[in-house]
């Protein structure tokens, strides 16, 4: 696996953590750390993470043969 996909993917776990976060507890981690959900470094970690979310959905559609 090459090191963007890594990379791509943990970010995706850290957002779907935050996900879970604020579907349990009403708790956004992100808005808490960067200064709220409208803080512009909050906004940029949020679209850092949805660019990566749609980077790993091509992990789906890759053949064996590309990995290799």
């Known amino acids: 696996m090459k090191i963007i996909d890594r990379i791509a993917l943990l970010l995706v776990i850290v957002g779907a953590l935050n996900w879970g976060l604020l579907g349990l507890f009403q708790f956004d981690l992100v808005a808490w750390i ?3 959900q409208a803080a512009l470094f909050s906004r940029i970690i949020y679209t850092v993470i949805a ?3 749609l980077w790993c959905c ?3 559609f890759r053949g064996k ?3 290799e």
Do not use: H, N, Q, T
């Open 58 to 60: 091509s992990l789906l």
């Open 34 to 36: 960067f200064g709220g």
């Open 65 to 67: 043969a590309m990995e």
């Open 51 to 53: 660019v990566c979310g």
